[in-house]
């Protein structure tokens, strides 16, 4: 669905764009071919370098395509605007519609705005994240938790495009804020270990005074899962797969949980199962539960969860495209939403996925969580 999606993206922009040029048929040819190799870049380079989740290319190549993918699929949705826009204004007034619609000066601006903009995208894909301060309020909360900080990270998508000074840089981010609590919800990697070996050992570096917590998400099942669970405890990285631990502060206690990506199912591994992650808690104590998905959110809160940390959706890479990720994802794609009484927290995540390096209006982020009482 996802290549015939983006050849159909091609094809319309081939259509209604390189076809209306006042040019040569060869040279409207050669230039529609162009359109559908980028369109279908993430198969392409799959057949000569790594998969489609972990394209093995050059990173300026991978850069290159991201600028020209985005800028490709910005542009298709300018086209579609006008020729909608154009199509109801023609209903209304054929003259007004008919301007709009065989306008030579507007397709050319939307080519170069979606240009720019797609290299704006990009860029803001690649930098180092920011960090986002928030805090909780959490029911039940211990006295002793009250104040007590979290460094929540998501969907570092280690790969050929985010390699080893990234990770560092992200590493020096996340330490600098001292956290009592690290938690990673997930694709922290893209690529087999072998492919990522010199570029995940930063991760090591990460440090909080109770310890550094992970679960996988899907893409971790892309490659070779069970080698990198090992690869991630080597690190130093606790990885919860449908288990908990117990944090005590004090007479204050505070359960961690969490379970692993639900396309586990489809290579043979374990799958999410939140109660049994809850089995044998204590009664009474706030459950925090790492859970890489947000579409799962009101499943997990009928489980007894009292804050959920997830990522996958990025924030929806770019402002309006993210009204579509909701969609499939329960309704959940960037920020805070209090559900049935839960606080589920969605993180843009600090990297992405490389097959589509584009940030408009939803910047990566490093999250610092705050935990306070809820009076």
Known sequence: MFLLAAGLIGFYVAWRYVWQLKLGLTAKAVLSVAVLIVAEHQWLVSRVAGTMASPESPRWLIIGFGVAYGALILLACFLLIRDVLGGLLYL????VGRRLLAG????????????????????QAVRVPEIRKMELPVAGLAAEFDGYRIVHLTDLHI????????????????????????????????????????????????????????????HEYYAAYSQWIEAFRGLGIT???????????????????????????????????????????PQGVPVILMDHRPGNARNNRAQGVDLQLSGHTHGGHIRGFDLLVARFNAGFVSGLYDVDGMSLYVSNGAGLWPGFPQRIGRPSEITEITLRRRS
């Open 104 to 123: 030579h000066k507007l397709p050319h601006v939307m080519a170069v705005s979606a240009l720019a903009l797609g290299a704006w995208g990009t860029s």
């Open 92 to 95: 209304v007034s054929r003259p």
């Open 239 to 281: 990885v919860l797969e449908n288990e908990h631990t117990l944090i005590r502060e004090g007479a204050g206690e505070l359960v961690i949980a969490g379970v692993p990506d639900q396309v586990s199912s489809r290579y043979g591994q374990i799958g999410p199962d939140v109660a049994k992650a809850l089995a044998g808690r």
């Open 159 to 218: 790969s050929r495009l985010l390699d080893r000074p990234w990770v560092d840089a992200v590493v020096d981010q996340a330490n600098a804020l001292n956290p009592d609590l690290m938690l990673i919800s997930g694709d922290l990697v893209d690529g087999t270990p072998s492919t990522r070996a010199n570029d995940i050992p930063p991760l090591g570096r990460l440090a909080a005074r109770d310890g550094v917590y992970a679960v996988a998400g899907n």
